[in-house]
Every structure is written in structure tokens, then in C-alpha cells.
């Protein structure tokens, strides 16, 4: 999978995919965090990216014209499944939507800022909207090393142990059991007897039941079917 990234801060997603799973993704070939600075597409001998709010108002709107010309650079070299933007008012971001997209061969996720993008761009260009919570961002950047990151672990051949993804909390709308390791016992705190018992249809039930009871406490909604948005 192709992913490309539109920001105006491309320093800030220098990091994210250099470590650990992302890291290893890219040098097996299965991901591929393509970053575009946008100030290239700026307009005059500024670079200029955003102008005031017809209309009024605080805070400056993304021009049209910048995004336009960097998204159709990207649309002449390939087909995109799905052109995203980042926004708070997008739909949330969960689970199930980070493994359909991980299905896919080549997305665009463009980051916003200050007022956000003119409505033009989301009408013209933009073909879904995500949120990665209720709160407000200084900018998508970080909302889009989120979705990378819940992504990219989920394309086949990333994660070493494949049903290891399955076994993650929210496949199956249910939080992960509690896990230890060694010492079994420290200062007297114990793991509990059934992960020693070497017995594991057994420590398949306790596991799924501790799953239950951690999501029936913590996230009944999960239990509802609440996050069943597919
Ligand atoms: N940009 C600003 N806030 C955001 C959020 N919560 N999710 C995605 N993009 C954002």
C-alpha cells in the first residue's frame, strides 16, 4: 500500500514512521509514507497558502488553488482508492474502518489547518472525512500518523504474528484480556494460576472471558454494537 500525505508541516511526520512496526512495514516493501510539502504549490513569490474568510471572521482558510494543483499532480501518477482529509468534524475514526482501509492500494490523507481547507477542495476533491476523536487538533498531522500507523499494522505481512492483530482490543468489538510475564510472582503479586497451567483450551476461555468482563466495565458500549458502523 501507497500512502501520500499533504501537509504544510511535513517536519512533524519525519518521525513517526522511522520506528518499530511502521519502520519494518516499509523495509518488507508492504507500506510505502510518500510526504508532500504543500509550500511548493504556494501562490507568488511568498509560497502563499491561506487568505481570510469570505465573509469575515477570525482565522485563515486553506486556499483551493495549492491543494488542487498538489492533489492533481498526485491523481496523474495513480489511481487513489480514497482521498481523505482530517478533521474533527469527520466521522470517527475506529477499528473496523482502519481494516477496510488497510485493504486498499493508494490513499491520499491531507492534513488542514487554522480555519481548515475552503469547502471547495472537500467538494471537489475529498472523497471521505476523518476524525480521529472529539477534540480539536492544532492541525490533521498527528490525526494522520494515527491512521497510517492503525493501518499500516493491519496490512498482511506486517505484523510477524498475523493473528496478532486479531487478538488486539476492538477486532471483535471487544477490549484485549490482561497479560503478564515474568517473574510469576513478584513481591507476592501473582499471575493468575490458569496462564501456568500449560492448559490451553482453558486459558483460551479465561482469556475471552476476561475480555468480556474488561469490556462489559470499561466500554459496554463496544458490548451494544455501538461502534458497528460497517
Ligand atoms: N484536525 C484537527 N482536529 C482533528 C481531529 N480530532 N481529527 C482529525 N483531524 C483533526
Request: hydrophobic share 40%; with cysteine; glycine share 8%.
Amino acid at each position: 500500500m501507497r500512502i501520500d500525505i499533504v501537509t504544510l508541516l511535513p517536519e512533524l511526520l519525519e518521525s513517526p514512521f522511522r520506528h518499530s512496526i511502521m519502520k519494518r512495514a516499509q523495509e518488507k516493501g508492504r507500506l510505502e509514507v510518500v510526504v508532500h510539502d504543500l509550500r511548493p504549490f504556494g501562490l507568488g513569490k511568498h509560497n502563499q497558502l491561506d487568505d481570510y474568510a469570505f465573509g469575515g471572521g477570525a482565522g485563515m482558510v486553506m486556499m483551493i488553488e495549492p491543494i488542487a494543483n498538489c492533489l492533481e499532480a498526485l491523481k496523474a501518477e495513480r489511481d487513489y482508492d480514497e482521498i481523505i482529509y482530517l478533521s474533527p468534524d469527520g466521522q470517527v475514526f475506529h477499528q473496523a474502518m482502519a481494516n477496510r482501509l488497510s485493504l486498499h492500494q493508494n490513499l491520499i490523507l491531507l492534513c488542514g489547518h487554522y480555519k481548515g481547507v475552503d469547502e471547495r477542495v472537500r467538494e471537489q476533491f475529498i472523497t471521505m472525512e476523518i476524525s480521529i476523536g472529539d477534540y480539536v487538533l492544532s492541525g490533521g498531522e498527528l490525526a494522520a500518523a494515527v491512521v497510517v500507523d492503525a493501518i499500516g499494522r493491519l496490512i498482511p505481512g506486517v505484523l510477524n504474528d498475523e493473528s496478532s492483530a486479531l487478538l488486539d482490543s476492538f477486532q471483535d468489538n471487544l477490549l484485549a484480556p490482561p497479560v503478564y510475564t515474568r517473574p510469576a510472582d513478584f513481591r507476592g503479586w501473582k499471575v493468575p494460576e490458569v496462564l501456568l497451567s500449560g492448559n490451553f483450551p482453558q486459558i483460551e476461555e479465561w482469556r475471552l472471558e476476561q475480555s468480556i468482563v474488561r469490556t462489559r466495565q470499561r466500554r459496554p458500549d463496544l458490548l451494544d454494537g455501538e461502534q458497528d458502523v460497517d
